[in-house]
């Protein structure tokens, strides 16, 4: 039973850094489609970075260059080292996981298991 729990949220200066984890139950292969997605407040929820199926890493234009994610094996939790952070990136971040996908080694679809989400605000 894949469960995902978030932490490393909390209120942060612009410009400061945050890392976010993403401890997955024993299992949950974290080898491939895991993301990290956020919903600000009025506004959908987006996808900021994941680890596609293939392994493939891909970022959100707007976090490109500051964002990265990572894996821990040993750990079993994924990262998100959150750098010069903006008021924009305010919002509540999740993780996901598609264990089919990466199965599958389909396109990552995201659809069944999400953490409960951890909050980011980012004021000056």
């Known amino acids: 039973h894949v469960q995902l729990a978030e932490s490393g949220g909390g209120p942060v200066q612009v410009g400061g850094s945050l890392r976010l984890s993403c401890a997955a139950s024993?299992?949950?292969?974290?080898?491939?489609?895991m993301g990290w997605f956020r919903q600000a407040p009025g506004k959908e929820r987006e996808r900021v970075a994941s680890?596609?199926?293939?392994?493939?890493?891909d970022y959100a234009d707007s976090v490109e260059g500051r964002f990265t994610i990572s894996q821990d094996n040993a750990k079993n939790t994924v990262y998100l080292e959150m750098d010069n952070l903006k008021p924009e990136d305010t919002g509540i971040y999740y993780c996901?996981?598609?264990?089919?996908?990466?199965?599958?080694?389909?396109?990552?679809?995201?659809?069944?298991?999400w953490g409960q989400g951890t909050q980011v605000t980012v004021s000056s």
């Open positions: 680890i596609e199926s293939d392994g493939d890493i």
């Open positions: 024993e299992d949950t292969d974290i080898s491939g489609c």
């Open positions: 996901a996981a598609d264990p089919l996908g990466l199965a599958t080694g389909r396109r990552c679809s995201y659809a069944d298991f």
